[in-house]
């Protein structure tokens, strides 16, 4: 069973940063790619950014510059430091893994979310 724990929301004013922390198994860290979505109030959820076994990585246009995702392998987590914040950014964040199985199939799960919020 594939189990994503999240940690480190809260409330922060425009500008501030926080920092998201994702725990999961060394299994998950080495064959499913990574990544941290949103979902603003009243909106669909979306990518923030994402990170492959091999350490590649995207951000969201609205992110990049901002934001860096990063695997501490050593504690067996995902990181997402969000600098400069904007209100905008205001939304839950989910940790998600997309994992293979099969022949060229794949699996997503989810972490149970945590709320950012940015306020001044």
């Known amino acids: 069973q594939v189990q994503l724990v999240e940690s480190g929301g809260g409330s922060v004013q425009p500008g501030g940063s926080l920092k998201l922390s994702c725990a999961a198994s060394?299994?998950?860290?080495?064959?499913?790619?990574m990544g941290w979505y949103r979902e603003p109030p009243g909106k669909e959820r979306e990518v923030v950014s994402t990170i492959t076994e091999d350490g590649a990585t995207t951000y969201a246009d609205s992110v990049r510059g901002r934001f860096i995702i990063s695997q501490d392998n050593a504690k067996n987590t995902l990181d997402l430091q969000m600098n400069s914040l904007k209100t905008e950014d205001t939304a839950v964040y989910y940790c998600?893994?997309?994992?293979?199985?099969?022949?060229?199939?794949?699996?997503?799960?989810w972490g149970q979310g945590t709320q950012v919020t940015v306020s001044s």
């Open positions: 060394k299994y998950i860290f080495r064959n499913c790619k």
């Open positions: 998600a893994a997309t994992c293979p199985y099969g022949l060229g199939n794949t699996d997503v799960y």
